[in-house]
């Protein structure tokens, strides 16, 4: 089969399109034909060797993926009778999705329902189960609660809009293009600032204050780096700076701005707590599945590349060029 290798840690450009064998079908497991698999910015961080969990080289990479299921193991195909050849299934795992084939735990797939597209499938899950984890698991957030959400155009940040607007909060989007922000529009942001406008905390301080407001209720931050001081000073009295990433370097945070006004900074490690809540989490996913089946959350139909142009895909994410979320199609 055709797969992406990274073969050593290092830049994305460094991976290569290799004829390998496909993986061998263990006791557990299910061979999936991939559909599609998203491109995530951990990606970037796994191949790069700088992701906090290392997978031994050579590896596949694609951690986030939809596919059909062409084999089955013995066991599985014994003790679950849920799982056939020929149902469309997703699974977030440690990597393999960059290929033409991929096995996987068959305790780690979810069946598709027909209202989700092959594209939604591959690309929500991360950004989702992120945002509807700090949205609700983490900030508490109400209906009516404002949102800040910083890199609202793509990735969690525009998971992030649409949970928000599905939970009936305020969500102002800034984003840098103007596509970004249209699609934060089309998500349900109330209004899109271009993030690098030299108006913009003026201008939500003002769009605040209209609701007698003297700042934003939770600010989603995926994005950190040498703006993160600015978002925190939008925030209103008691408001809350959620730490989601740091695609733009680690922020350091003046912590008298956050005595200042009773606020709060909240860590969100989504990862760290589905792997300790393994129940709690895929009742979640259920839960988001049915969401995006029945339309009530709509994730971005993504922009698809071939697998011989996975790198490209990459480099366009790095390179901030993203709208909305990447997916490569074997
Ligand atoms: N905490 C958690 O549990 C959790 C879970 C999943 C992911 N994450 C983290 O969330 C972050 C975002 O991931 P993602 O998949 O959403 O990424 P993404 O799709 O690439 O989006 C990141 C956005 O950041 C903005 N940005 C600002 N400066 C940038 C720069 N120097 N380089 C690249 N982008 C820049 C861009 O938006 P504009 O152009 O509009 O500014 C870009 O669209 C990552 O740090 C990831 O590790 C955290």
């Given at each position: 089969m055709r797969a992406v290798l990274?073969?050593?840690?290092?830049?994305?450009?460094?991976l290569v399109l290799a004829e390998v064998p496909s993986p061998e079908l263990r006791p557990g497991t299910v061979r999936l034909q991939v559909l599609a698999a998203g491109v995530n910015y951990v990606d970037n961080l796994i191949v790069g060797g700088r992701y906090q969990v290392k997978t031994p080289t050579p590896f596949v990479p694609g951690f986030e993926f939809v596919g059909r299921i062409i084999e089955l193991a013995d066991d599985v195909a014994r003790d679950?009778?849920?799982?056939?050849?020929g149902a469309r299934v997703l699974a977030l795992s440690g990597?393999?999705?960059?290929?033409e084939e991929v096995v996987v735990p068959a305790h780690i797939v979810t069946i598709v329902p027909d209202g989700i597209t092959d594209g939604q499938a591959a690309t929500f899950v991360q950004s989702y189960m992120t945002a509807a984890f700090a949205l609700r698991?983490?900030?508490g957030a109400e209906r009516d609660d404002s949102l800040l959400v910083i890199?609202?155009?793509?990735?969690v940040g525009l998971a992030a809009v649409d949970v928000a607007a599905s939970m009936r909060m305020r969500v102002i989007a800034a984003a840098s293009t103007e596509e970004k922000r249209r699609l934060a529009l089309d998500r349900g942001a109330e209004v899109a600032f271009d993030?690098?406008?030299?108006s913009i905390t003026t201008d939500i301080r003002e769009l605040m204050a209209a609701d007698?407001?003297?700042?934003?209720?939770h600010v989603y931050d995926p994005v950190g780096g040498d703006r993160a001081e600015t978002w925190l000073r939008?925030?209103?009295?008691g408001g809350q700076y959620l730490v989601v990433g740091f695609v733009a370097g680690i922020p350091s945070l003046p912590l008298n701005h956050v005595l200042l006004r009773n606020r709060r900074v909240t860590g969100v490690d989504w990862g760290g707590w589905s792997a300790r809540q393994p129940a709690e989490n895929a009742a979640l996913l259920n839960e988001l599945v049915h969401q995006i089946s029945i339309g009530r959350l709509r994730p971005v139909e993504p922009t698809a590349y071939p697998l011989d142009r996975t790198v490209d895909a990459l480099r366009d994410l790095a390179e901030r060029r993203a709208s909305g979320k990447l997916v490569v199609i074997p």
């Open positions: 990274c073969e050593r840690y290092g830049p994305f450009d460094d679950a009778p849920h799982l056939s050849v990597g393999g999705g960059f290929a698991h983490r900030a890199g609202a155009g793509s990735g993030v690098n406008s030299e007698g407001k003297d700042g934003v209720d939008c925030l209103a009295t």
